[in-house]
């Protein structure tokens, strides 16, 4: 089957650096995005790993290992408007994308 | 460059009734996603079309419901006999083709079944 497996929820304080992982089992696998999501909002997406290592964008990093079948969200230097949902989604060739569960995460002042 | 629109943004059905969700995708994008979030869960997938295809639909329930992205217009994801079960946020997402990474998604349905 296809899955992905998150932390559920993730807690730190502003300023500090959080990880969040994401491991797969899937086939065909083509590439692993990162997706945030508000309470109330819609997801929009942060970054994206079609190859292994790690793409900055600003503030968050996002890292892929195929031979892991593991992914992880870097978010540095946290702010309490960080606190949200955060999703990796598992892209099948732009045929169908696979959400995780998703981790809640809560930025403390 | 307007993003992708959905409407109604909230919709209240009693049971036995019928619901009709709209997505019009960003200008330019040509393919559609549709997506369910229950309370406090992620986004199933649904639906992926193309104008007037379906090209997979592996996420959708047998029964009841049924999409369409027609040439014109937007695209309609169609429940009847809504349940209980149905309520749910419905998010539509589009990208401009199939080589992307990124989907873009409008604000979302929330669809609540007295």
């Known amino acids: 089957g296809q899955s992905l497996e998150q932390p559920s929820e993730v807690t730190a304080v502003e300023g500090a650096i959080v990880q969040i992982n994401c491991t797969y089992q899937t086939s065909g696998f083509y590439g692993l995005s990162w997706y945030q999501q508000h309470d109330g909002g819609a997801p929009t997406f942060l970054s994206y790993n079609g190859l292994d290592g790690l793409e900055e964008t600003g503030r968050f990093s996002s890292f892929l290992s195929r031979s892991d079948s593991y992914g992880y969200l870097l978010l540095q230097e946290l702010q309490m408007k960080d606190s949200a949902s955060y999703f990796c989604?598992?892209?099948?060739?732009?045929?169908?994308?696979?959400f995780g569960p998703g981790t809640r995460l809560s930025v403390l002042p | 460059n307007a993003g992708v629109m959905q409407n109604p943004r909230h919709l209240v059905r009693r049971r036995g009734q019928e619901a009709r969700l709209r997505c019009s995708p960003m200008?330019?994008?040509?393919?559609v996603y549709w997506y369910r979030q229950l309370p406090e869960e992620g986004l199933k997938f649904m639906v992926y079309l193309q104008k007037e295809n379906i090209i997979d639909e592996s996420g959708m329930p047998k029964e009841r419901f049924s999409a369409e992205f027609p040439k014109e217009g937007p695209s309609i994801l169609r429940i009847q006999q809504v349940v209980r079960g149905d309520s749910a946020a419905y998010f539509c997402?589009?990208?401009?083709?199939?080589?992307?990474?990124?989907?873009?998604f409008g604000p979302g349905t929330r669809l609540t079944v007295l």
């Open positions: 989604a598992w892209d099948n060739y732009g045929q169908n994308f696979v």
């Open positions: 200008k330019g994008h040509s393919h």
């Open positions: 997402a589009s990208s401009p083709s199939l080589d992307t990474d990124t989907q873009y």
